[in-house]
């Protein structure tokens, strides 16, 4: 049978395109990753069968089973997002809501003065010396 015939497989229409929108190779790598994932959750069913039902389910999937991180999530409805528009050419549909992956709260760390002076009357030597000029130098 003649190869040239065929229309070319998914994930090398995924690749091509990344590549002829110059995305970086990492971002290629982690693309095709996430809509694998996405296409084997689904029982291997082509993507273009699916839509925002589908990737509501899958992202719900990561944050609550899989508990992955809020930046990992939002990589993988990227990757979903560049699939539908780009590869496919057709609308994902209307994802709806669904459970977001929860950012880490940052607390800052910050000393207070009285507390900085009790941490440097523990040091001695040269200990103490650098302790303190690190703390003037930021003072």
């Known amino acids: 049978m003649d190869t040239h ?41 082509h993507p273009a069968g699916m839509g925002g039902a589908e990737v509501r389910a899958f992202l719900e999937h990561l944050a609550v089973e899989r508990r992955v991180a809020a930046a990992t999530q939002n990589q993988a409805l990227n990757a979903l997002v560049f699939l539908y528009r ?4 057709q609308p994902l549909g209307d994802i709806g809501e669904f459970s977001r992956a929860k950012r880490p709260r940052r607390l800052p760390v910050v000393l207070s003065h009285e ?25």
């Open 5 to 45: 015939s065929k229309p070319p497989r998914l994930m090398d229409r995924v690749r091509a395109t990344l590549r002829v929108k110059r995305y970086s190779p990492r971002t290629e790598k982690i693309y095709c990753y996430w809509i694998r994932y996405f296409i084997r959750f689904h029982g291997v069913r």
């Open 115 to 139: 507390d900085v002076m009790r941490v440097l009357s523990h040091l001695s030597g040269p200990m103490h010396l650098m302790a303190t000029l690190m703390y003037r130098e930021n003072a």
């Open 86 to 89: 780009h590869v496919l050419d």
